[in-house]
């Protein structure tokens, strides 16, 4: 099986004012892994993950901060987040985030 999502058929969600996520691989398509881009501009704001996570940053720079440990990530960086996970997010980018299981499905433990 395989399933082939073109960027018109992407779904746009608005999250904020300055935070647009376009996902491609939803949890319709896959409940074991989700794909979306996420373009920030100066977004701020605290995270929890339910899922493991993977940032791979597009361009611009992301900064994540771990329980007063900051991180800052550069275009061709990325960053991977086990489920459970809290931090702070910050930046202006254009990051792809990957998901498994999928994003808006919760992590069987």
């Known amino acids: 099986m395989y399933k082939v999502v073109r960027k018109a058929e ?5 999250v904020s004012d300055n935070k647009t996520a376009t996902n491609f691989i ?3 398509i896959s ?3 989700s794909l979306a ?11 929890t993950v339910e899922s493991d996570r993977i940032y791979y940053i597009v361009s611009g720079k992301l900064s994540l901060e ?7 990530l550069n275009e061709g960086d990325a960053c991977f987040i086990s489920h459970g ?3 702070l997010l910050s930046g202006d980018c254009k990051v792809v985030t990957v998901d498994q299981p999928a994003f808006g499905t919760k992590k069987q433990l």
């Open 10 to 14: 992407a779904l746009v969600r608005q």
């Open 26 to 28: 939803t949890k319709e």
């Open 31 to 33: 409940p074991n892994v």
């Open 37 to 47: 881009v996420i373009d920030n501009k100066g977004f701020y704001g605290e995270v």
């Open 66 to 72: 771990f329980s007063g440990e900051k991180v800052e």
């Open 85 to 87: 996970s809290s931090y």
